[in-house]
């Protein structure tokens, strides 16, 4: 069982990843969908799915944002 500080921090990590960069990889504007697809991607970085930054690029490209 993982306690909150070290969620908390991990959480924090996803901050390296501004959610500009997100916009721009994956051609979208400003909306709720981007707020969903950082909430992936920080749940991504707490499940040690998402480590480093080109971990967090990969899983960006393959949101499928349709779906979202």
């Known amino acids: 069982r993982q306690n909150w500080k070290n969620i908390h921090l991990k959480k924090l990590k996803c901050h390296f990843f501004k959610k500009y ?3 721009e990889i994956l051609n979208i504007e400003k909306s ?3 707020g969903q697809i950082v909430k992936l991607l920080q749940e991504a970085q ?12 990969n899983f960006v490209k393959n949101i ?3 779906g979202l």
């Open 32 to 34: 709720p969908k981007l």
């Open 21 to 23: 960069i997100i916009m």
């Open 46 to 57: 707490i499940n040690s799915e998402v480590i480093t930054k080109q971990d967090a690029i």
């Open 64 to 66: 499928d944002i349709q």
